[in-house]
């Protein structure tokens, strides 16, 4: 138990250092804003809350900015997203609903490849927190079920450049791969009335690929509309774990529409070499 709470604590204290670390004022960046809302389906299992599995819709945004830095040669790029969901989701026999809810933030750095002078590679890591909740319609004594975990992911990006009928499009697909962390779950039974009275350090489990294999998956394409970038996607969220006899799955899958701005800090003597990030 010490080590998971010391684990916690690491992580916790990471995802200070990298948000602060975003907040340098270098001499020369570069910085891509962009904010998404999606919309699509939605499956989630939580065997705390009932033993099927409720389908439905969700509604999403995503805030996410992605910045060059003067690091490893100017090749390292500094990436933050802020992401929200809420959800509506109903049981095969149409009697009872779960209403969820939840928002995290990722940050991270990614060090970026140009094998071809179109296509740029990215890969790193991100470390990122998320709170939430579910709650369900049908239960009496355990209605709800809290979400709360901290994890640190591989990441890896790609990002093409091409014209499409003399339409300057950008592409860009990145897999995160949550590689180990810290998530709160009771054990199977165990109310929160009881989690209150024991406190929750004994409820703090160790996450890893083994018992909470998750994938989340991004593709966009951005384009000029006007005086506006135009982004438009697709969302594969796959969030799961299996522990202390509880298994849960909460699996999106969501169509991405939003704009995209960008921003540009340069000294005089290097305007003529800008480039933008995305």
Known sequence: MIRTRLFAA??????SYLTAAAEEAPDNRTTAHAIMLGIGGSRQLDTYLSPMEY???????????IRMTRHAGNRLSHQGLLSGAFSFTENPAGNANDWGGRIGYQAGWHYHWTPLPNLRLMAGGLLGAQAG????????????QAR???????????IYKLRIKNYPTTLRYQADFPLAGCMFSPHFGESYYEISQ???????????????????QMLTADFPLRRTVIRIGYLSDIRQSNVRHIKMHDISRSFLLGFVR?????????????????
Do not use: C, W
């Open 10 to 15: 690491v992580l916790l204290l990471g995802l």
């Open 55 to 65: 389908r439905g819709t969700q509604v999403s945004f995503l805030r996410e900015t």
């Open 133 to 144: 909740v579910l709650y369900n319609t049908r239960n009496g004594n355990n209605p709800a």
């Open 148 to 158: 709360l975990n901290i994890d640190l992911a591989a990441s890896v990006a790609g």
């Open 198 to 216: 024991n406190g929750v350090g004994h409820n703090l489990v160790m996450s890893h690929p083994a018992n909470a294999l998750s994938l989340r």
């Open 262 to 278: 960008h921003f540009s800090i340069l000294r005089k003597q290097d305007l003529s070499s800008h480039n933008t990030i995305l």
